[in-house]
């Protein structure tokens, strides 16, 4: 896949996203719980990121420079979570207890890093 697509495809991935976990920081938590609470969802969710995460290593595995290398490292993480998902369902209760108390902290990184994709994506050629 191409490097400046998937930078403005995560990048405005991850605005959203953060903008959505800083603005319903008590809905994240209430349904990260319903999450861990159903076997199904897990697996859903595990299927969903095992794929993402494939798509992306398989297509852009590269790591020399830091754009290139934060896009490898969003498939990998993607990976490995559908990984831990689908194989050691209750990793995701206790990555939701270990994140619990800590939305607002992670939107706002989440938001800053879409921020930077997004800008190196649309406006750095």
């Known amino acids: 896949m191409d490097t400046q697509f998937l930078t403005q495809f995560l990048g405005i991935y991850a605005i959203v996203g953060g903008v959505a976990m800083f603005t319903n920081k008590k809905m994240m938590e209430d349904w990260m719980k319903k999450v861990s609470d159903d076997l199904g969802l897990r697996m859903i ?5 095992l794929v993402f995460g494939l798509a992306i290593v398989l297509t852009h595995n590269m790591w020399t420079d830091l754009n290139t290398s934060i896009i490898s490292a969003f498939g990998w993480i993607a990976l490995l979570k559908g990984v831990f ?3 050691f369902p209750p990793f995701y209760e206790k990555a939701a207890e270990m994140i619990k108390g800590k939305i607002a902290f992670l939107s706002i990184i989440w938001l800053l890093l879409g921020l930077y994709l997004t800008y190196i994506g649309f406006f750095v050629k």
């Open 85 to 87: 998902l689908m194989v």
């Open 45 to 49: 969710g595990g299927v969903l990121a």
